[in-house]
């Protein structure tokens, strides 16, 4: 197969994941930029992973917030938090990143993280100039229904760089990734990071691969 792009998941496929407890300690400091001091730790968990708008709206009305305010302070603190993480060298890019200097196709990102996460992890590491298109979630509860599985983004990153779905590839390392990619009508690749070297899928993927340099068995 050829494929005449590739579009990526950042967070655990480019660049190493964020430990929880950096994030549930965001979600606890956003808590008290409202004078939360001691928020309930299942509400905390719930804004920390697999936020809804639902459960953003619930859990507003538990302290009597407001849903849009409180979420952009959580974005904004969460993406705060993970740019500490960088700095601080406890958040790389794997090694195997130079694998796509050569890789030959155009190339894009699309992630579940902040916008905000995704443009500094790549000006950070000064690797901007490899994609030609990255997304990451507005910070609005909307964003939140836009996320994979959802292909939304991916969508806007196909069209941006006026690739043909059919001979797209994404790469993700979560089953909402491959099913992104099912719903977007592209081809998947499973990559097995050290986190994910013996995880049983529930989906099957068009690819699974151990690294980013079997991307060039894919694309010539």
């Known amino acids: 197969m ?19 407890d950096v994030l549930e300690d965001a979600i606890v400091d956003t808590f008290a930029q409202f004078d939360v001091t001691d928020p309930d730790p299942a509400h905390v968990e719930g804004m920390t992973i697999g936020a809804t708008p639902e459960s953003v709206a619930e859990v507003c009305r538990e302290y009597g917030l407001d849903p849009g305010t409180f979420f952009a302070a959580r974005d904004r603190t969460l993406s705060r938090a993970q740019q500490v993480e960088v700095r601080t060298g406890r958040k790389d890019l794997y090694d195997d990143i130079d694998e796509l200097h050569d890789l030959g196709v155009p190339m894009g990102i699309v992630s579940s993280n902040q916008q905000a996460t995704v443009d500094f992890v790549l000006d950070h590491f000064g690797v901007s100039d490899l994609f030609g298109s990255a997304y ?6 909307e964003s939140l229904r836009r996320r994979k599985p959802n292909s939304y983004y991916i969508d806007q990153a196909v069209s941006e ?3 043909d779905a059919d001979s797209v590839l994404f790469v993700g ?3 909402s990734d491959v099913r992104a990619a099912e719903n977007a009508g592209v081809d998947s690749a499973f990559i097995r990071r050290p986190h994910r070297r013996d995880w049983e899928l529930n989906v ?11 991307l060039h068995d894919l694309c010539v």
């Open 136 to 141: 990451g979630r507005e910070p609005t509860v």
């Open 173 to 175: 390392d979560n089953e």
């Open 204 to 214: 099957w993927p068009t690819w699974e691969i151990e690294g980013l340099s079997d």
């Open 2 to 20: 050829h494929y005449d792009a590739v579009v990526f998941d950042n967070d655990g496929v480019l660049v190493g994941r964020t430990s929880y």
């Open 161 to 163: 760089l006026d690739a």
